[in-house]
Structures are given as structure tokens and as C-alpha cells.
């Protein structure tokens, strides 16, 4: 299923997911996250690259932006593990936002 019908999805987006992984969600309900995750990795513009961190009490950079360029392989990635533990939100904002940022002076967004 294609959602953008447009000559602007031939541009593709960049898109990072942050994902909680921690004892507050729940091993199952993640698993379903990721599932969602997955099916929105579908609908992308096949140009489209996708970034992806998960958190509990630590955070882990899964993969960036730049790391697949293949959504097979994107797809295949999203298979990431159920950490567990406590919920570190704030940590983990923390931590994908230089992802953000750097994104901003590549392609000159302007707040």
C-alpha cells in the first residue's frame, strides 16, 4: 500500500523511531511496536531512509540513517531485542536528538 500520492514522495523521508524497550512496556506490546514499525517501513517512498534507537535503561543506536539503503534490510533490522529494565525517556531524547541536528545542517532546516 502506497499513502503518498504525490511527485514529493519521489524525495523520500528521513525518519527515526525511538523505541521503548523497557520493563513498562512489556516484551509482547513491543513485539507489536516493532511489527508497526515494519509495516510503516513498507509504506515509505523506497528513497526514504530510516534511523532506529531503542531504550530501557540504557539507550542503543540500532541503526541511522545512513546505515541501510535497502529496505530489506531495514526491514530485517527492525528485528531488534526486548531490553527490559527501567524507562530512561529522557535519556534517550537525549541521545537521538544529535541525530536530528545533524540532519538539520545537511539539508539547511531552518527553525
Given amino acids: 500500500m502506497k499513502v503518498c500520492l504525490t511527485a514529493a514522495c519521489a524525495h523520500g523521508a528521513d525518519v527515526v523511531f525511538l523505541l521503548?524497550?523497557?520493563?513498562?512496556v512489556g516484551r509482547r506490546i513491543f513485539e507489536r511496536v516493532t511489527l508497526f514499525v515494519a509495516s510503516l517501513i513498507e509504506m515509505l517512498s523506497p528513497v526514504s531512509r530510516v534511523g532506529l534507537a531503542t531504550f530501557a535503561d540504557s539507550v542503543s543506536v540500532e541503526f541511522q540513517l545512513d546505515t541501510f539503503t535497502?529496505?530489506?534490510d531495514m526491514l530485517h533490522a527492525v528485528n531488534v531485542r526486548y531490553l527490559g529494565g527501567a524507562t530512561v525517556t529522557h535519556d534517550a531524547?537525549?541521545?537521538v536528538t544529535p541525530l536530528l541536528r545533524r540532519l538539520d545542517t545537511l539539508v539547511n532546516i531552518e527553525y
Fill in 20 to 24: 521503548d524497550a523497557s520493563g513498562s
Fill in 70 to 72: 535497502s529496505r530489506d
Fill in 93 to 95: 531524547l537525549r541521545s
